[in-house]
Antibody, heavy 124, light 113 residues
Framework: EVQLVESGGGLVQPGGSLRLSCAASGFLFATYEINWIRQAPGKGLEGVSYISSHGANIHYADSVKGRFTISRDNAKNSVYLQMNSLRAEDTGVYYC?????????????????WGQGTTVTVSS | DIVMTQSPLSLPVTPGEPASISCRSSQSLLHSDGYNYLDWYLQKPGQSPQLLIYLTSNRASGVPDRFSGSGSGTDFTLKISRVEAEDVGVYYCMQPLQSPPLTFGQGTRLEIK
């Protein structure tokens, strides 16, 4: 079964850190881009970070730049989001989602696989 | 930054009736490969978002053919030919073309009358 499973969320105080993980299975992970998307309580979706299939290209939303770091380990079929200097406004559900893939050329079929999400709560 | 603007934000629909959601981007989503990079996602209550339409008009696997997408450049539309009860949720348009990564519309909440 093709799936992504997030973990690592929890309650943390402002200024604290968390490391989220996104574990993939059922597909050739190393060929796919991965995105982190978050959703604050009762709000819409926000793209947080992006990493290309081999990790060479990385992007961050302005709201997290300098505080969050995305990485991947293709040998472990996993992507990570290291979140430092957390703020109350970082509270929400964090999803990882599969994007396009490189197989000789770039192929995009939408973000067709999403995880179930992991909840991050930043509060004192 | 590309800004995505959806309308309406709330959409009450009678079952069996059609529905339409508009999405406008602040910059063209036409890529040099000829595709308009605009997707539609549905987030049903209590669930993760799910892909409905990619590259403007391509239905994702398993999506009923009552869903269709159209548009080009900066103006896009999602249409549901006959709304069913299972279609309730929040619909988002999204552009994956340019960084910062992924910008979504505000969301359109579809409810059954």
């Amino acid at each position: 079964e093709v799936q992504l499973v997030e973990s690592g969320g929890g309650l943390v105080q402002p200024g604290g850190s968390l490391r989220l993980s996104c574990a993939a299975s059922g597909f050739l992970f190393a060929t796919y881009e991965i995105n982190w998307i978050r959703q604050a309580p009762g709000k819409g979706l926000e793209g947080v970070s992006y990493i290309s299939s081999h990790g060479a290209n990385i992007h961050y939303a302005d709201s997290v730049k300098g505080r969050f770091t995305i990485s991947r380990d293709n040998a472990k079929n996993s992507v990570y989001l290291q979140m430092n200097s957390l703020r109350a406004e970082d509270t929400g559900v964090y999803y990882c989602a599969r994007g396009g893939k490189w197989v000789g050329s770039y192929q995009y079929f939408g973000m067709d696989v999403w995880g179930q999400g992991t909840t991050v709560t930043v509060s004192s | 930054d590309i800004v995505m603007t959806q309308s309406p934000l709330s959409l009450p629909v009678t079952p069996g009736e059609p529905a339409s959601i508009s999405c406008r981007s602040s910059q063209s989503l036409l890529h040099s490969d000829g595709y308009n990079y605009l997707d539609w996602y549905l987030q049903k209550p209590g669930q993760s978002p799910q892909l409905l339409i990619y590259l403007t008009s391509n239905r994702a696997s398993g999506v009923p053919d009552r869903f269709s997408g159209s548009g080009s450049g900066t103006d896009f539309t999602l249409k549901i030919s006959r709304v069913e009860a299972e279609d309730v949720g929040v619909y988002y348009c999204m552009q994956p073309l340019q960084s910062p990564p992924l910008t979504f519309g505000q969301g359109t909440r579809l409810e059954i009358k």
